[in-house]
């Protein structure tokens, strides 16, 4: 999802009183979140928003309770994102519906037609003694409602220069591997794009720095903080491994979508 709808007067009621450095880990925090349509572990945060000082570490941490809910499978979720995920979703699948059924009379119509008289049938051409029958083509791919244009076109252009086929199965594979990296599939198809290779692999794309790699160069903690962010560790610490509720419903969501 590359687009979400802000309102200036709800974020400013709601965060009138957090420092420049809390705004930006929020605003890195729910962007993240609806460009990768799933919600974060403490460490996910701290991945997504790149926090590498002692400040920004404890900046994403304090909006993380301030303005998330801790999961009982160790997620922070916010119930107007998730509510807008959902939302989109379904909007994709019901646009997905009209388009089929739209084929589907279109086709319908072009095979009623009445045939004119000494009018040859469609699709078909004279043969003559050299005549070669055409090789099937294949199935034609139509660009997925959550892939921009000009990506499509992108990456068509690559796959038609490797004579790669493209087909729903080379299709289905790149999203696989989309969701290995927590990625959405335009992005995926951006980067196979930009590498300009006949394949690619979600193991191919370097991984960003873990939060453990992160903690390494951090400034040590003070002795005493503040009670929201020592709730956090509490809470962190408190998490067990239930089902991820959260992720099976984003899940399903694009599993029906594809």
């Not at 037609?113 to 078909?124: C, G, L």
Request: hydrophobic share 35%; with cysteine; glycine share 4%.
């Amino acid at each position: 999802m590359h687009y979400y709808k802000r309102n200036l007067g709800d974020y400013a009621k709601k965060t009138g009183r957090l420092t420049m450095l809390q705004h930006g880990a929020y605003t890195l925090l729910i962007d993240a979140c609806y460009d990768r349509e799933v919600f974060p572990t403490l460490e996910q945060a701290m991945d997504w928003t790149w926090a590498s000082t002692e400040a920004e570490i404890d900046a994403v941490k304090f909006v993380l309770s301030r303005f998330f809910k801790l999961s009982s499978d160790g997620q922070y979720v916010q119930d107007r994102i998730l509510e807008e995920l959902l939302q989109y979703h379904k909007n994709a699948d019901t646009n997905k519906r009209i388009a089929i059924d739209r084929e589907t009379k279109r086709k319908e119509k072009s095979t009623n037609r009445v045939q004119i008289v000494d009018e040859p049938p469609p699709n078909q051409e004279p043969l003559t003694n050299n005549h070669k029958p055409k090789r099937e083509s294949a199935t034609v791919v139509a660009c997925p409602l959550d892939v921009s244009e000009q990506v499509w076109n992108d990456w068509v252009s690559l796959r038609k220069s490797k004579k790669a086929p493209i087909t729903k199965t080379v299709l289905e594979g790149a999203r696989k591997e989309a969701f290995k990296l927590d990625w959405p599939l335009e992005k995926f198809l951006a980067e196979w794009c930009t590498r300009g290779s006949q394949g690619l692999k979600a193991e191919w794309v370097a991984p960003k720095p873990t939060f453990a790699d992160i903690a390494k160069v951090t400034v040590p903690s003070k002795t005493e903080r503040d009670p929201a962010l020592v709730k956090l560790d509490e809470d962190k610490a408190r998490t067990g491994p239930p089902p991820a509720e959260i992720r099976a419903k984003i899940m399903e969501a694009l599993r029906a979508k594809a």
